[in-house]
């Protein structure tokens, strides 16, 4: 079966600075991949190149069997993603922003759609409210909802619960696991909250300055590290530490 | 398991195009619609205009000949630059709120084209520079008896030309932000304004020194306004006066059209679509 996300030699530089460099990895459709990593680690930057937002300066994706560089417009239709670094327009209601997008991904019936995923995503009532007078909650609800609009089988997830309370950030997380084993959907969450990627994912790619320094399923990792959570481990990646070795990178 | 989708609209060919530009114009009308302040706006200005104009004109036509026997032709020619006003902020405008709001990243992970995007702006620039320009006009009648539209057939080739010029000069200001971030917008209310004394909205071109006339017929504006005398004035339409105009447009909206994709390879390669933004 071809992968969902094939990811190759991926590289991007701006002038001096390494951004991402020679990152590698696959996800076979049904599965769930965590960037995990520090600030400026490239998770972000990763992410970008994945939908084609950011040109690499090496290294190749496909998505769905399609070439990135070359074939974008043929799986844009088939995958989405949720972002902190982007918004919906403040001054639209939720329904008027969620029908442009329904619209844009040529969704049969648009505003069906919309009230299925808003009764799906509990937020019926603010469908007439304007975008920018939303809770991050809410936000975060409405901002899913986006994402989730063209039924992608590729989804790309950077950071979904940052800045949520417990209760909203589960909440998510379960509505996540749901949708995955509905649809099988491939999905790439890039996150700092090493509880959600634990629960999540079935891979889990180390981040650090750019490069992939570990991987594993979260399991292999604690084993690996001796650890009992995955914030160990992220800290001693951090700190460089493997049972007293430094860390390479690894391909 | 592949997942269960219904039957999705085409995403290819002419009707998919359309689709999606009809999602976007559909998206600014609501911002348009939603905002008393904002309907207002696109009328304020041109009518402001047109009544300190029609007052400079009641004063002139009482000691100009010239004025006296072409009544009407400097309210005509700041209606006509309203239009190309309009026509380039209406486009620029559009594209800003876009980077108000940081929603960049959401379209264009959507199999929304950047030329639809552009396609999308011109659409929404001629909405609100016929809004704009078409209520001032009105009141022009009531105020000083003065119908642009009198101009008749010629008003549309004007229009057309004048439209062609902004959206050009638009895709220009617009390349601009996105190569320089929201630093640079302020060049969507300002930038028109240096073909302001080349374009000749109120005097013929022979008025400027003769070595800058040359600048003048470089602008498709300076054809329009000559054109538009001609026909206030002299009675007659000049055709080699829009082909000029029309010529240039095309050179505008192709240095427009490579400006804007240039700038756009560049925003994707630095990363500036996704973190846009104040």
Redesign the interface.
């Known amino acids: 079966m071809t992968d969902a996300l094939e990811v190759s030699g991926l590289r991007k530089t701006f002038g001096e600075v390494v951004a991402v460099d020679e990152v590698s990895f696959s996800a076979a459709p049904g599965r769930t991949v965590g960037l995990l990593g520090g600030n400026g680690a490239g998770k972000t930057t990763t992410i970008s190149m994945l939908l084609g937002l950011l040109t690499p300066t090496a290294g190749s994706v496909q998505v769905l069997g399609h070439d990135l560089a070359t074939d974008r417009y043929a799986v844009l239709p088939r995958m989405n993603f949720s972002s902190p670094y982007v918004d919906l327009p403040h001054r639209l209601t939720v329904a008027q922003n969620l029908l442009v997008y329904a619209e844009l991904y040529g969704e049969p019936d648009p505003r069906e759609r919309v009230r299925e995923l808003a009764d799906r995503l509990q937020f019926t009532e603010l469908l007439d409210r304007a975008t920018g007078k939303l809770s991050a909650g809410q936000k975060t609800r409405v901002s899913l909802a986006k994402a989730l609009i063209n039924r992608p089988e590729v989804l790309l997830l950077d950071e979904p619960t940052a800045s949520l309370d417990p209760d909203t950030g589960d909440w998510v997380r379960r509505y996540l696991e749901d949708y995955r084993e509905r649809t099988s959907a491939t999905i790439l969450l890039a996150s700092h909250n090493m509880g959600e990627v634990e629960r999540l994912c079935d891979d889990v790619l180390m981040m650090r300055r750019g490069r992939v320094v570990d991987r594993g399923s979260p399991a292999e990792l604690l084993a690996r590290y001796g650890r009992q959570t995955l914030e160990d481990v992220f800290l001693d990646i951090a700190r460089e530490r493997r049972s007293g070795d430094r860390l390479e990178p690894v391909s | 398991?592949?997942?269960?989708?219904?039957?999705?609209?085409?995403?290819?060919g002419p009707l998919?195009s359309a689709?999606?530009v009809?999602?976007?114009v559909?998206?600014y009308w609501?911002?348009i619609r939603?905002?008393w302040p904002r309907i207002a706006e696109l009328a304020y200005w041109p009518t402001i205009q047109m009544i300190l104009w029609g007052l400079i004109s009641q004063f002139f036509t009482t000691h100009s000949h010239w004025l006296a026997d072409a009544a009407g032709v400097l309210i005509a020619g700041v209606l006509l630059w309203d239009i190309l006003f309009r026509g380039q902020i209406g486009f620029s405008i559009c594209f800003l709120?876009?980077l108000w709001?940081?929603?960049?990243?959401?379209?264009?992970?959507?199999?929304?084209?950047p030329w639809e995007l552009v396609a999308s702006l011109m659409t929404m620039s001629l909405i609100r520079t016929a809004i704009g320009a078409g209520v001032a006009s009105v009141i022009a009648i009531g105020l000083y008896a003065f119908s642009l539209f009198d101009l008749g057939p010629p008003l549309v080739a004007f229009f057309v030309a004048l439209m062609l010029m902004g959206w050009g000069m638009g895709m220009v200001i617009v390349a601009m932000v996105l190569r320089y971030g929201l630093g640079a917008e302020s060049l969507a209310w300002v930038a028109l304004f240096a073909f302001a004394p080349i374009s000749c909205v109120y005097y013929p071109v022979a008025t400027l020194p003769e070595s800058v006339q040359w600048l003048a017929w470089s602008t498709p504006s300076a054809y329009v306004f000559e054109g538009m005398r001609a026909v206030m004035v002299d009675g007659v339409f000049r055709w080699d006066l829009l082909a000029g105009a029309l010529a240039l447009d095309a050179v505008y909206v192709a240095i427009g059209a490579a400006v804007f994709a240039w700038a756009f390879?560049a925003a994707?390669?630095?990363?500036r679509?996704?973190?846009t933004?104040e």
């Open positions: 398991m592949p997942i269960r989708r219904p039957q999705s609209r085409p995403q290819t998919a689709r999606r009809a999602a976007m559909r998206r609501y911002l939603g905002s709120e876009e709001s940081r929603n960049l990243g959401h379209l264009f992970v959507s199999p929304l084209r390879a994707r390669r630095d990363g679509l996704l973190q933004g």
